[in-house]
């Protein structure tokens, strides 16, 4: 949804304002309607409730994308109508009309949308820390899911007067990636199956309210102008699709909507519940409310019996349901699954001696006739490609496993998954290759977070203990990240090579991409176990002991729900784990085998300084590790500290020659040192090309030694005198 959410939002917004004011016009010219009660039922009616057409798109497989679509704008303009309905009807029941009153309302509509949507995010994200820190169960999380409905609704709509149902939808949503995404692979079925129970009762209670409030004689009465507003609502609806969606694709440089894709959102667009919702909470005081009544449930009743009934066959018409040749193939490999599956549970029955050889064949000529398949002429392109398809699904599910054990954190997990989301994108689109060989065209957002916060940290003095920490931070991350991929690659390339059906050559040409992956992860491990060996033992005996720990809790609570063990043998058991796991103290970087004043002695400008000026430079310097890539300072940007390296290497570039290397520098060697003199702008920018722990001191901090030691004082006085002098003669 995030990835269509430009043509979402156009269709939820734009869109329905369009149609709004398509609707009044018409009604206004063709049936002489008061012209603000036209655009009132405008509002009411351009909102989308594909119910019937999204649990038919499941049913019959259509496009994942076309779903999305759909059930996208569905969500959204929801909010949109009942906004645009509010400001519509306040305006109608003062007959107070002026340009200025549209102005008002436009920039009401905005505070009402967006203010909605900030409050529902913020309650969400509140909402999932609150679950995730508390370790609450299953149950709780389905209790509080409620909770946060009617708090999102209650607190937008009577406290802070902005969109109730934006705020739900916004907080459901953010309760969904941060809240549901955390809790244990088992629990997340368990959550969705029941939220989909709860709609499935909730739509149902919906439209039988639908039937009970039609009065079919009264609205047979006036089948012409409910006929008028029919043509009307699939007059916005096609000009609103056709036109909006193919210019946003083309806007956004999104992949194309078939216009068979288009023929289904347009006549898919039903209205349902909301609507009858919306008209039947107009005062009573309202002229022509029972007109509106009339009006809308007509539409209702055509869109539901005759729009809901034909989508099926048009679907077909237009062949959105029919399979692809990927599919096709994809078919073919599960119908070869479940034949051997099949096979295998016969035979062991044939070993049991439950039946005979000569029942065994012919129950296994049946199974093979119900389970044949079709051979489907491929390349071998598009086999490896259906092969590698089910591997990033493997990927997934063991993410999903390692994340629930503890062995990643939920940052990681994300940005991970996003990568493994972008690799399924490209061999999709047969673009397929090594993740270094094709990088994406940008940066994930979690990447891009990581940068800016070093970019804007590196270089600041009072932030050194901040960056200290995010580095390492992020050091441990990648190492997790590291060994996960790694496990992740041993998973996926032995169910590759257990794979059925499937040519070995084909399969030895993906499990290569796994290997040399392995191969990179692996060398990425051995390489910190060889530089940082005090801090790769420490954080890999802390995070094993905890993944343990995380296992041994998961199987109290599955023998606990399986009646294995009781519930106080369980609390004891969950009593010494937790405690155990609180008891885990926080894993630092190692002090340096190398005394840092050596280090800082051999600095030019500091050397031959006595022991003691030099032990109080040693007070003041900061060690912060920078990972493979990192910038440590950037060309153009101003700094005032000098760096020694501890241990690692780093690369000297400017950025319009980036492939050029200008110095490299290793262990024992400083760079930047002329910003003890000055607040100075870079010349040129310094990369990290291994990890890389460093020594950082600044100006400030020199300049405070330097007023208890005569001789540094001295010594930076000269450099200065000289720096300037060399400056006159330039």
Known sequence: MVKDLAPVLTLAVPALLISTMILGVGL????????????LFGALISATDPVAVIALFKELGVPQRLSILVEGESLLNDATAIVVFNIILGITLTRVVSWSDFGGALGEFFKVFLGGAILGVLIGIILSELLYRLKLGVSSYLILSIVLAYACFTIAEHGLHVSGVMSVVAGAITLGVLGVSRIHQDATYVVKETWEIIALVCNSLLFLLVGISIDLPRLLGRIDVILVAIILVLIARALTVYSMVPVTMRLFSLPRVSMGERHIMWWGGLKGGL?????????DELAGKSFLVELTLGVVMFSLLVNASTIRPLIKVLGIDRLT????LELQQALTNARSRANDMLARFHKSSLISSQTLNRISGNISNILSSRTVKVNVDQRIRHLYI????????????YFDIGLIPYYTYMDIKNNIQHDRENWMNENAGEEEQHPPTQHSIFLRIENTLLKQLRELDWATFLLTRCQYFRFSQSLQRDIAGYLICENV????????????DQKNIVIEVYEKRLTRRKQRIEDIARDFPEFFSRIVNSLLTRVALNVAGNWAEDALHHSEIGTKIFSNLKQVIESALAGQSAVSLPPSRVKPEELIGKIPLLMGLPETVLNRLVEHARPVTFLTGDIIIGEGEHGDALYVIRHGHVIVYREDNPDSILAEFEDGEFFGEMALLGDQVRTASVKASTPTTVYRLTRSDVLAVAE??????????????????STDAG
């Open 708 to 725: 208890l030691e005569p001789q540094l004082k001295q010594r930076l006085q000269q450099a200065e005198s000289d720096r300037l002098h």
């Open 493 to 504: 390339i032995e169910k590759i090579k257990h794979e059925a059906g499937v040519d070995n």
């Open 275 to 283: 609507a009858i919702a919306i008209v039947m909470s107009i005062p």
């Open 28 to 39: 206004w010219l063709l049936l002489k309607m008061d012209f603000l009660l036209a655009l």
């Open 390 to 401: 089910p591997a990033l699904r493997m990927e997934n599910e063991s993410l999903k496993q």
């Open 325 to 328: 040749e990927d599919e096709r």
